[in-house]
């Protein structure tokens, strides 16, 4: 029943289960539509049997046929897939767990690439995590914005554990160019050190005192349908910061960032309170 829009990408998956004869359509992660009691799947074996994809006949609107671009088009037999997993699939852009086994490793359907510099593994909230230090002024960096992706909001949530810092840090810069500059490009998680002698966190505006092992979940609202950069630990990865950078008032040292990030995923999305929650307490 949901109304598509044209030239915009949406995730679509149809769900059947076969125990209840029940049909479940999912429009960008959200049930759509739900069929009770429809026909008996055929379950024999058929030597011509096809799949067609973008092209149909039925009894009811004979020959019909798709105009418009698909992707990454997949079937998972023998099993029902939950609302949580389609959930993901349609909406989590990036997750990297940082963990000993592919430690740069993106887990979500979107497979980032992810790339990093000066970094090492250390104990984590959740199993591993990723050491940054202000000495080697290390960084992890993945290009999580495809561009296709025309989705005005989106949800940041990791854990962070900070140790030192020296005038302050960046955690999360976002940038249109890969060296950290562009015609887009600021600081949009930092931490600062107070006059009060402890670190407070730096969030679209907001302090927030510091500690360890906490959980940061920021919702930023974003206008720009290009290619996005996201790094970790150091805002500016080669050269000097274009003019164009927004810079802000804060005393904000590129690459003075210690400590350790975990559990970093990034949803299409404005997560609500509730799915807040369940991620924040695992």
């Given at each position: 029943?949901t109304?598509?829009?044209?030239w915009n990408?949406i995730?679509?998956a ?8 029940q ?5 960008n992660?959200?049930i759509?539509t739900?069929f009770?009691g ?20 039925s009894?009811?609107f ?12 997949l079937?998972?037999?023998?099993m ?5 997993q389609?959930?993901d ?12 086994n592919?430690?740069?490793?993106d887990?979500?359907a979107?497979?980032?690439p992810?790339?990093?510099?000066g970094?090492?593994?250390?104990s ?6 990723l ?5 080697t002024?290390?960084?992890?960096q ?5 561009y296709?992706?025309?989705s ?7 854990w ?6 020296s ?7 976002v940038s249109?160019d890969?060296?950290?500059n ?6 949009m ?7 009060r ?15 360890p ?8 609202w ?15 990865i080669?050269?000097a910061?274009a ?27 404005e ?12």
């Amino acid at each position: 029943s949901t109304l598509i829009p044209y030239w915009n990408w949406i995730h679509a998956a149809v769900v059947y289960d076969i125990t209840i004869y029940q049909q479940l359509i999912y429009i960008n992660g959200i049930i759509d539509t739900v069929f009770e009691g429809i026909v008996t799947p055929f379950q024999g074996s058929s030597s011509v049997a096809s799949t067609t994809i973008g092209f149909g006949k039925s009894a009811a609107f004979a020959v019909t046929s798709f105009y418009g671009m698909i992707d990454q088009f997949l079937i998972t037999p023998q099993m029902a897939k939950l609302s949580c997993q389609i959930y993901d699939d349609a909406l989590l852009v990036a997750y990297f767990p940082f963990d000993t086994n592919g430690t740069l490793n993106d887990r979500s359907a979107g497979v980032s690439p992810g790339s990093s510099s000066g970094t090492s593994i250390t104990s984590g909230y959740i199993q591993e995590a990723l050491l940054f230090s202000s000495i080697t002024n290390s960084f992890f960096q993945s290009a999580c914005f495809p561009y296709f992706r025309r989705s005005l909001t989106f949800t940041l949530l990791l854990w962070v554990n900070p140790t030192t810092v020296s005038g302050g840090g960046t955690i999360v810069h976002v940038s249109s160019d890969q060296n950290g500059n562009g015609t887009l490009c600021f600081d949009m998680f930092a931490l600062v050190f107070s006059n009060r002698n402890v670190m407070r966190f730096h969030v679209n505006g907001t302090l927030n005192n510091a500690q360890p092992n906490v959980v940061n979940i920021l919702a930023f609202w974003s206008f720009t349908n290009s290619q996005l950069y996201i790094t970790f630990g150091n805002s500016q990865i080669t050269g000097a910061a274009a003019p164009s950078c927004e810079k802000g008032t804060l005393p904000i040292v590129s690459g003075a960032f210690s400590g350790a990030i975990d559990e970093f995923r990034l949803y299409m999305t404005e997560l609500n309170g509730e799915e807040i929650c369940t991620l924040a307490n695992p």
